[in-house]
């Protein structure tokens, strides 16, 4: 079912079309499939989907999102982790015969959801708290990718970006990474 859902966001962002900006200012729109290190799960691989909106141009600057999630199960806890990763970008990108090379910051936060299941507690009567607990939290975040998009048919191209990410969760530094396979648009 998650691949399905995948698939159908990425044939929708890829359709999407978007409008000159201003003075003819071009713009990039790219989205696909999403995969890391949850943000604060301590293991496991979180997969989803991601979007961006970028201006093009030697020096860029854009917004990205992506959701993905994560489960793990111990002996005691079945582990449901959620990531909305929402980013302001900047970046440094060079124009190379059909593709472009980019350097890209995104600066933001990392809105998780993390829901624990008591293995086999249903079975034992455990209801409430004792069952399942539930915790949202809002952590500060950024990323440095080296992305690739190389155009494919006309305006349409295929995009490849990751590298290292960080966030803080209780003050202290967790360090991953996060990496994208997609579709690309140029306007």
Do not use: K, Y
């Not at 989803?48 to 201006?55: D, H, L, M």
């Not at 806890?77 to 190379?96: I, M, P, S």
């Amino acid at each position: 079912m998650r691949f399905v859902a995948c698939l159908a966001g990425i044939l929708a962002i890829g359709g999407a079309r978007v409008g000159r900006a201003d003075e003819g200012e071009r713009v990039v729109v790219d989205g696909g499939l999403v995969m890391g290190l949850p943000a604060a799960l301590p293991t496991g691989l979180a997969v989803g989907v991601g979007a961006g909106v970028q201006t093009a141009g030697p020096l860029a600057w854009g917004v990205r999102a992506s959701w993905s999630a994560a489960s793990e199960s111990t002996l005691t806890w079945d582990v449901r982790h959620d990531d909305l990763r929402l980013r302001l970008t900047g970046a440094v990108q060079h124009d190379v015969g059909r593709g472009t090379l980019a350097l890209r910051l995104g600066v933001g936060g990392n809105w998780v959801h993390e829901t624990r299941t008591r293995e086999q507690g249903d079975r034992a009567g455990l209801t409430g708290d004792e069952l399942r607990t539930t915790a949202w939290s809002l952590l500060p975040a950024a990323d440095v990718e080296v992305a690739v998009v190389v155009r494919v048919i006309g305006d349409f191209a295929l995009a490849v970006s990751g590298g290292p990410s960080i966030d803080l969760l209780d003050g202290t530094p967790h360090v991953g990474w996060i990496g994208s396979l997609g579709v690309a648009w140029h306007d």
